[in-house]
Nanobody, 120 residues
């Protein structure tokens, strides 16, 4: 099992940047696929970004070119760098992990979430 703790959320003006961090309680490199989901008020949870065990990445179309997912294996941490933020990016962001090569739509492990709010 692995515990995930997100940090880095906050309130930012449109056009600004934030970097979210997801600290894992154990070694994740070559063990888990990792990623981020988000859920806005009144909407369903949606996939945002993922990084596989081989470090390939995938993004939802709406954030491609603005967000970058990466990992630091030495710190057991995954990051989501978010640039050119828009009000529609406002949501609770959840870190997720799967003991598979590629992250699925129903990851085995979830963090508790961190709030990201973008003002106009």
């Amino acid at each position: 099992q692995v515990q995930l703790v997100e940090s880095g959320g906050g309130l930012v003006q449109a056009g600004g940047s934030l970097r979210l961090s997801c600290a894992a309680s154990r070694h994740t490199f070559d063990v888990y696929a990792m990623g981020w989901f988000r859920q806005a008020p009144g909407k369903e949870r949606e996939f945002v970004a993922a990084i596989s065990r081989s470090d390939s990445t995938n993004y939802v179309a709406s954030v491609k070119g603005r967000f970058t997912i990466s990992r630091d294996s030495g710190k057991n941490t995954v990051y989501l760098q978010m640039n050119s933020l828009k009000p529609e990016d406002t949501a609770v962001y959840y870190c997720a992990a799967d003991p598979k090569s590629i992250l699925t739509g129903s990851p085995a492990y979830w963090g508790k979430g961190t709030q990201v709010t973008i003002s106009s």
